[in-house]
């Protein structure tokens, strides 16, 4: 089992910054690609950014060129910065790593809203 905890959300206005972090923990072994969702109110839940363990990222449309993943493999780590945040990008975000399975943390909420 491996156990993912957030932190970083909460109230930012339009334009701003927030960073989200989150640490795996338990059995870590081998976790392939970390990374973050999102999911708004009455929307299903999307990809936002991904990181190999080699450091390959992948991003959502919505998001390029204002988010960076990175990732700390020695600390087993994940982050997300975040610039240039717009209203649409509210939504709660869930920190993911898959190594035979995915596992989940339990979300954080971002609010952009002036």
């Known amino acids: 089992q491996v156990q993912l905890v957030e932190s970083g959300g909460g109230l930012v206005q339009p334009g701003g910054s927030l960073r989200l972090s989150c640490a795996a923990s338990?059995?870590?072994?081998?976790?392939?690609?970390m990374g973050w969702y999102r999911q708004a109110p009455g929307k299903q839940r999307e990809m936002v950014a991904l990181i190999t363990s080699g450091g390959g990222t992948n991003y959502a449309d919505s998001v390029k060129g204002r988010f960076t993943v990175s990732r700390d493999n020695a600390k087993n780590t994940v982050s997300l910065q975040m610039n240039s945040l717009r209203p649409e990008d509210t939504a709660v975000y869930f920190c993911?790593?898959?190594?035979?399975?995915?596992?989940w943390g339990q979300g954080t909420q971002v609010t952009v809203s002036s």
């Open positions: 993911y790593a898959a190594q035979t399975v995915p596992y």
């Open positions: 338990g059995n870590i072994f081998r976790l392939r690609a």
